[in-house]
């Protein structure tokens, strides 16, 4: 069971990058799949979840209309394409897979999580 992650890297402000999060080893489209984010010194921050089969989107208040969810079966694999890109949001995503429903935003409720990418944005 495995979920790596894949996309990071430095960005100018105001640039784009799209984070791929692979899995393996389990029935993907069981689950819901999330990215969060840490920044040194803070609790993980919830970005967005995407419901089985990509059906319904929800996102935190911090990145809606910025970042996108989706998801492709066929490649078991989600993406968060992210857009204006801003110094606040350098930190290590990490995806995360679960059972919860539609809206689930807390960490704890993710059973498999991957290693991180860092994402870098110059101030």
């Known amino acids: 069971v495995q979920l790596v992650e894949s996309g990071g890297g430095l960005v100018q402000p105001g640039g784009s990058l799209r984070l791929s999060c692979a899995a393996s080893g389990f029935t993907f489209d069981d689950f819901a799949v999330a990215w969060f984010r840490r920044i040194p010194g803070k609790d993980r921050e919830f970005l967005a979840q995407?419901?089985?089969?990509?059906?319904?989107?929800y996102y935190g208040d911090s990145v809606k209309g910025r970042f996108t969810i989706s998801r492709d079966s066929a490649k078991s694999t989600v993406f968060l394409e992210m857009n204006n890109l801003t110094p606040e949001d350098t930190a290590v995503y990490y995806c995360?897979?679960?059972?919860?429903?539609?809206?689930?935003?807390?960490?704890?409720?993710?059973?498999?999580w991957g290693q991180g990418t860092q994402v870098t944005v110059p101030s």
């Open positions: 995360a897979a679960g059972i919860g429903p539609y809206g689930v935003d807390y960490p704890n409720e993710y059973d498999v």
């Open positions: 995407i419901t089985r089969y990509g059906t319904k989107p």
